[in-house]
């Protein structure tokens, strides 16, 4: 994965355990018993974060995958077409392909 990639996920992670702490105070202020987690014994709050930085890896690893796989399709060097089941065309690639009417159904 690349720096840039990472740096952005772990950006919106802080971000969003910043909001959810100032929601979590704001709603402790009103009704404490209404928070959850509140009350949550150590081992269940580090399950709690080992399934979301799971879920954050997953995420990145998707990401990563794809960003290969899209370098793969528009670089080769031989020409590529992803193809529907139905035979509708969804996306070609190299300039031979391009300059080919390819119906679309």
């Given amino acids: 994965m690349n720096n840039q990639v990472k740096e952005k996920l772990q950006k919106e992670i802080q971000d969003l355990r910043d909001r959810l702490h100032r929601a979590e105070v704001e709603l402790l202020a009103l009704n404490p018993d209404a928070v959850p ?34 370098n793969a399709f528009d670089y080769a060097r031989i020409g590529m077409a992803l193809v529907h089941v139905d035979g509708r065309n969804l996306n070609y690639s190299l300039p031979p392909f391009r300059r080919l009417p390819i119906p679309t159904m």
Avoid: W, Y
Avoid at 44 to 68: D, F, K, P
């Fill in 37 to 70: 987690g509140v009350g949550l014994d150590p081992p269940a709050m580090r399950e709690i974060e080992r399934q979301t930085q799971q879920s954050i890896q997953a995420q990145a690893a998707l990401q990563e995958s794809e960003e290969r796989f899209r």
